[in-house]
């Protein structure tokens, strides 16, 4: 910083310029950056000071960005009050140069997210994206990546591992919290065998059977039926085109859970 004086005897200072602000992203990003279908995982948990969950919600489904400024959300979403409901939730979305933006919901739903984009090789289309937020009963957190352009119950055959993170529940209440690692066996046409564990205060081994379908836009269904009777409700969206990977969630009336799986 430089010191003058002025003709009239009053002291001046000539600051020195400005150094240009670092530009994170590349400048690369618009809102068109984001366009077309792609896949969505939502999870929340009750926006509260007190570090015990009275509410949890775990969807999955697909994103669609119109490129301009129009985003719609379409999830089957579990909570501890209700297992399978399906949501439709729109509103508008923004990127900057930067590849961060906003999300705002403002239909089947109020929410604020903050946005980010990401893996955007042809610096004109990103493959995947982040989400932060909150609707004033959860604070969410999401992601998803671009779509295959179409999917069937052939392409999701074999035998997968998967993962999730679960919540035990007793009469709608959270009672624990624990993790589930296990194998899915899919026919690829509608036949599904389970074989999990859950790592709570003891591990335990569930198997379980039953039917699933995959709709054309790449999310399907399975309702499977262990031995003592419990049934699970299914949810999941295949994130690559030969079907190797994908995202789920499930819901029984003591458990629920959302992870990830990929072929063997």
Known sequence: MNRCVSA????????APLAAQMQIGGGICSSASLSGTYSLTLTGRDVSSSATFTKISEGVGTA?????SKVTLSLTTNTNAAAGTPQ???????LQANCSGTLNI????TATFTLEAFNNPTESLSRNFLLAGQDGIYAFTGNGGLLPASCSAAQFA?????NATSFALSSGAVSGVGNISGLLTLDGKNGVTANWYVAATTTTNDTAS???SVAQGCTGT???TDPAGNTFSIAFTLTSATGANFL????SPGLMFTGSGRTL
């Open 158 to 162: 074999g035998v997968f591992a998967f």
């Open 248 to 251: 789920l969630t499930g819901a």
């Open 210 to 212: 039953g039917q699933y």
């Open 106 to 109: 403002t239909t089947g739903d």
């Open 64 to 68: 669609t960005f119109d490129g301009q």
């Open 222 to 224: 399975a309702s499977v």
């Open 8 to 15: 009239l005897g009053t002291l001046c200072l000539l600051a």
């Open 88 to 94: 439709t939730l729109s509103g508008t979305y923004s």
